[in-house]
């Protein structure tokens, strides 16, 4: 097979085409090698990668030890910088889409090692359009299910078959589009103008690509989707502030300013009655989160989305019924069993639940309040012989100031006044 350099490889098995990876990645330890060899290195690896990847990098195992090899190798080690502004430039200007999949992952995998690496501005707004265009590509709904949304070797879901099916090219391409959109939202800090790129029609297009995707197995593709939004959510939300304090008028209310700047809520509230899968699985996604720092993360960027959604007029009754009592019981168990390093995690889902009480439909509907006033009041309850955080203990002392809960209270206490008598 010739790869992108015109260099013809006789790859006949696996054990082959390691070797091959390997030889390349070699460098002779006698001369010292030029950046122009280097450089060809790089490049070559790179090419043997993408000519072979769908017959011996079809697992997410396979794709991440060729990534590892490649960061291991002497290339990364002492020229980083080069390396991955040439991977950067060769994602940009190489056509070939089995390249660009090569690149996409080598740049996912650098940045999972160099915490600083997504936060470049000047790296990563170029690659932008190039990665939403793979993004909005059309693929066939009934190919797409025939791997059930895995992009073999870019999620790490357990729903690829691995029965010979070729995952196509453009839905690899699609499902990492979207991790490296996320990975570059969850930690830059976009301006407005930044922001203008992800206009409506591509947030309609995500919203869409939520709903289509439901029913596939692996839930892998569609939580990265709805993962991108909540990260764009919160670019548009800390965008507006900056901006509001610009603005000559600084009458606007925090409600009215989300509301009219925030290009993520506009469209969800324009498509409410299209889109509720993608508030289904917001739930379920916080349902499911684990200790890792990445779902903690995630846990913050989706509460502040329900927290809008809470708080804006026409919002606050987008879920079901049986939805919002699913996420008391999320909210019940993640403020009992959060530990002290967590901290801004238990303010923020304070922070939601004063509004899931008193403006969602469970202001009418009394869903285990005996159980949310016990934890709340064990928040703050030892504050006699431990500290207790001061917001901590304001934001529950809101939550014990909703009508529900000042009703409640003065029940337990005339309860209890009697039990004493």
């Given at each position: 097979m010739e790869d992108d350099l015109g260099i013809v490889y006789l790859v006949e098995n696996a054990q082959q085409f390691w070797s091959e990876l390997e030889d390349i990645l070699?460098?002779?330890?006698?001369?010292?090698?030029?950046?122009?060899?280097?450089?060809?290195?790089?490049?070559?690896?790179?090419?043997?990668?993408?000519?072979?990847?769908?017959?011996?990098?079809?697992?997410?195992?396979?794709?991440?030890?060729?990534?590892?090899?490649?960061?291991?190798?002497?290339?990364?080690?002492?020229?980083?910088?080069?390396?991955?502004?040439?991977?950067?430039?060769?994602?940009?200007?190489?056509?070939?889409?089995?390249?660009?999949?090569?690149?996409?992952?080598?740049?996912?995998?650098?940045?999972?090692?160099?915490?600083?690496?997504?936060?470049?501005?000047?790296?990563?707004?170029?690659?932008?359009?190039?990665?939403?265009?793979?993004?909005?590509?059309?693929?066939?709904?009934?190919?797409?299910?025939?791997?059930?949304?895995?992009?073999?070797?870019?999620?790490?879901?357990?729903?690829?078959?691995?029965?010979?099916?070729?995952?196509?090219?453009?839905?690899?391409?699609?499902?990492?589009?979207?991790?490296?959109?996320?990975?570059?939202?969850?930690?830059?800090?976009?301006?407005?103008?930044?922001?203008?790129?992800?206009?409506?029609?591509?947030?309609?297009?995500?919203?869409?690509?939520?709903?289509?995707?439901?029913?596939?197995?692996?839930?892998?593709?569609?939580?990265?989707?709805?993962?991108?939004?909540v990260a764009l959510n919160?670019?548009?939300?800390?965008?507006?502030?900056?901006n509001e304090g610009n603005n000559s008028n600084r009458h606007h209310t925090p409600t009215s300013t989300s509301e009219a700047d925030n290009r993520v809520l506009r469209v969800l509230m324009r498509r409410l009655g299209s889109t509720q899968t993608f508030g289904e699985n917001m739930i379920f996604m916080l349902n499911r989160a684990q200790r890792t720092p990445e779902d903690m993360c995630m846990q913050l960027l989706v509460l502040k989305l329900l927290y809008l959604l809470f708080t804006n007029k026409g919002t606050e009754e987008y879920f079901y019924t049986n939805d919002l009592c699913v996420l008391v019981d999320v909210f019940l168990r993640e403020l009992a069993d959060l530990d002290d390093d967590s901290e801004s995690l238990r303010h923020t889902y304070l922070r939601v639940l004063h509004p899931l009480l008193t403006k969602t439909q469970l202001r009418t509907v009394p869903y285990k309040r005996p159980q949310i006033l016990y934890m709340l009041e064990s928040l703050i309850r030892t504050s006699n012989v431990r500290d207790v955080n001061p917001t901590t203990k304001r934001l529950v002392e809101r939550c014990l100031g909703g009508e529900w809960c000042v009703g409640l209270v003065r029940q337990k206490q005339i309860k209890e006044a009697q039990g004493m008598n």
């Open positions: 070699a460098i002779p330890k006698d001369d010292i090698p030029t950046l122009e060899q280097l450089d060809l290195t790089l490049k070559r690896s790179l090419s043997l990668c993408a000519a072979y990847h769908e017959q011996y990098l079809q697992s997410p195992f396979q794709l991440e030890h060729a990534c590892n090899m490649l960061l291991d190798s002497e290339l990364f080690a002492f020229h980083s910088e080069r390396m991955s502004d040439i991977v950067t430039s060769e994602a940009q200007s190489n056509t070939n889409p089995h390249f660009q999949f090569i690149c996409f992952h080598v740049l996912l995998s650098f940045g999972r090692r160099r915490s600083d690496f997504f936060r470049s501005h000047r790296r990563w707004q170029p690659l932008i359009p190039l990665l939403m265009d793979h993004i909005l590509v059309e693929i066939d709904p009934d190919v797409e299910d025939t791997y059930f949304g895995n992009s073999a070797g870019v999620g790490s879901g357990s729903g690829f078959s691995g029965a010979n099916v070729p995952v196509p090219i453009e839905a690899k391409l699609r499902s990492l589009g979207v991790r490296l959109l996320y990975e570059m939202c969850r930690v830059q800090k976009l301006s407005i103008q930044d922001l203008r790129i992800f206009d409506d029609a591509f947030l309609d297009y995500l919203f869409d690509l939520v709903e289509q995707t439901r029913h596939m197995q692996d839930d892998t593709f569609n939580y990265s989707v709805i993962k991108l939004v919160e670019q548009f939300m800390v965008a507006s502030i900056g």
